[in-house]
């Protein structure tokens, strides 16, 4: 089979399974060169049995992948082009920083003299000049990471696979070396497919980001569009902080929707969305405004129960009438409303996202009423 052009990793129909326990359920996506791809999702969604089954310790159920175009289905994980770098280092504890580094190469009988020069270029890319005779024993957390790294480096892969390489660092560290992988993998123009649970990680150092649940990819786009247009509930939940509202579409007005949940009646954007469809839109807490008086075309009142300073921003909790709690961003040198004030909350009509559901349909349409007794309990007053 051709590779296509510029496409390092191909997944087609990839399938998963544990027994009875379907794990990963067709999993279909293309890595570019040099691309840093990464795979984030909640523990058990099929991130990490994913990036097995293209290291190749894992056996693909159905489906296929190839590198550059080559099925791998019977390729051992050395044969692969591939490496990985693991959470827990998986450094040998009786060999120096050098030899660690220097165990694939003496395995594939590189001559004496290169192996040399390629763990030297491995030390000063990793910023390890001067430690190559420690042993990983006197090594601090970090610099154990940079040794497994390395190592993995030192092969040459087309591709190299990080499986949570930074969960064990703590945090100032984590967020150093978030930086230096990035760097890195900029400077060698590697491809990476880097899995990880932390929602920041993944927006900080990704080119693109699938997102994983229950064994599929529900999202995978760059970091921007995957935070301002999430595709789903489960990814407007899962990264960054959502308020996520149901309602219902009532009619057009200018070039907006009006809709109605059983918050009040609000403007979304109106592509896209016709009348009399349930939908779920998600407004995130830098986009949720407050006001004092009430803001045509909107009706969703509440009051404020708490503030939460972070730093960089206030979060004001309000709580609606029907219990609902949301969350509005706010400047820190903004004026705050009072703890058990009124007000009226609003957006703009462009920053609410129509959110699809798991199964891909975007809304369910309402055509002979089979979601009536939603439709009465929200449009019933008092």
């Given at each position: 089979?051709?590779?296509?052009?510029?496409?390092?990793?191909?997944?087609?129909?990839v399938?998963?399974n544990?027994?009875?326990?379907?794990?990963?359920k067709?999993?279909?996506?293309?890595?570019?060169?040099?691309?840093?791809?990464?795979?984030?999702?909640?523990?058990?969604?099929?991130?990490?049995?994913t990036?097995?089954m293209?290291?190749?310790?894992?056996?693909?159920?159905?489906?296929?992948?190839?590198?550059?175009?080559?099925?791998?289905?019977?390729?051992?994980?050395?044969?692969?082009?591939?490496?990985?770098?693991?959470?827990?280092?998986?450094?040998?504890?009786?060999?120096?920083?050098?030899d660690?580094?220097?165990?694939?190469?003496?395995?594939?009988?590189?001559?004496?003299?290169?192996?040399?020069?390629?763990?030297?270029?491995?030390?000063?890319?990793?910023?390890?000049?001067?430690?190559?005779?420690?042993?990983?024993?006197?090594?601090?957390?970090?610099?154990?990471?940079r040794?497994a790294?390395?190592?993995?480096?030192v092969n040459?892969?087309?591709?190299?696979?990080?499986d949570?390489?930074?969960?064990?660092?703590?945090?100032?560290?984590?967020?150093?070396?978030?930086?230096e992988?990035?760097?890195?993998?900029q400077?060698?123009?590697?491809?990476f497919v880097?899995?990880?649970h932390?929602?920041?990680?993944?927006?900080?150092?990704?080119d693109?980001?699938?997102?994983?649940?229950?064994?599929?990819?529900?999202?995978?786009?760059?970091?921007k569009?995957?935070y301002?247009?999430?595709?789903?509930?489960?990814?407007?939940?899962?990264?960054?902080?959502?308020?996520?509202?149901?309602?219902?579409?009532?009619?057009m007005?200018?070039?907006?929707?009006?809709?109605?949940?059983e918050?009040?009646?609000?403007?979304?954007?109106?592509?896209?969305?016709?009348d009399?469809?349930?939908?779920c839109?998600?407004?995130?807490?830098?986009?949720?405004?407050?006001?004092?008086?009430?803001?045509?075309?909107?009706s969703?009142?509440?009051?404020?129960?708490?503030?939460?300073?972070?730093?960089?921003?206030?979060?004001?909790?309000?709580?609606?009438?029907?219990?609902?709690?949301?969350?509005?961003?706010?400047?820190?040198?903004?004026?705050?409303?009072?703890?058990?004030?009124?007000v009226?909350?609003?957006?703009?009509?462009?920053?609410?996202?129509?959110?699809?559901?798991?199964e891909?349909?975007?809304?369910?349409?309402?055509?002979?009423?089979?979601?009536?007794?939603?439709?009465?309990?929200?449009?019933?007053?008092?």
């Amino acid at each position: 089979m051709q590779a296509d052009k510029g496409i390092v990793v191909k997944m087609i129909d990839v399938v998963k399974n544990y027994g009875a326990n379907r794990v990963v359920k067709k999993v279909n996506f293309d890595i570019s060169e040099g691309e840093f791809l990464t795979l984030l999702g909640p523990s058990g969604c099929g991130k990490t049995t994913t990036l097995r089954m293209i290291a190749g310790f894992e056996t693909v159920t159905e489906g296929k992948i190839l590198l550059h175009g080559e099925n791998v289905e019977n390729k051992k994980p050395n044969e692969r082009d591939v490496n990985t770098v693991f959470q827990n280092y998986a450094l040998f504890p009786h060999m120096n920083v050098e030899d660690n580094i220097a165990f694939g190469l003496v395995e594939k009988k590189i001559p004496k003299a290169e192996r040399t020069e390629r763990v030297n270029e491995m030390l000063a890319l990793v910023r390890l000049e001067g430690m190559g005779k420690r042993m990983p024993s006197q090594l601090s957390g970090g610099q154990k990471q940079r040794v497994a790294i390395a190592r993995a480096l030192v092969n040459r892969p087309k591709v190299l696979l990080l499986d949570e390489p930074l969960g064990a660092l703590d945090l100032k560290l984590r967020k150093q070396m978030q930086s230096e992988l990035k760097h890195l993998q900029q400077k060698l123009g590697i491809t990476f497919v880097y899995v990880t649970h932390d929602q920041e990680e993944a927006l900080t150092m990704s080119d693109r980001i699938a997102v994983m649940n229950n064994g599929i990819i529900e999202q995978i786009d760059t970091p921007k569009e995957v935070y301002n247009h999430p595709a789903t509930k489960f990814v407007a939940d899962f990264i960054g902080e959502s308020n996520i509202l149901e309602g219902y579409t009532e009619k057009m007005e200018n070039g907006k929707m009006r809709v109605l949940f059983e918050e009040g009646k609000a403007l979304i954007h109106g592509e896209g969305v016709g009348d009399d469809e349930i939908i779920c839109i998600c407004v995130r807490p830098e986009n949720l405004r407050l006001s004092k008086t009430p803001v045509e075309g909107f009706s969703i009142n509440g009051k404020v129960i708490e503030h939460i300073f972070t730093g960089s921003a206030i979060k004001t909790v309000i709580e609606l009438v029907n219990g609902h709690r949301l969350t509005a961003s706010v400047n820190p040198e903004a004026e705050l409303f009072d703890v058990g004030e009124s007000v009226h909350i609003y957006w703009t009509p462009e920053r609410a996202v129509v959110l699809k559901t798991q199964e891909d349909t975007v809304y369910d349409v309402i055509e002979t009423n089979p979601n009536q007794a939603i439709i009465d309990s929200l449009t019933k007053e008092g």
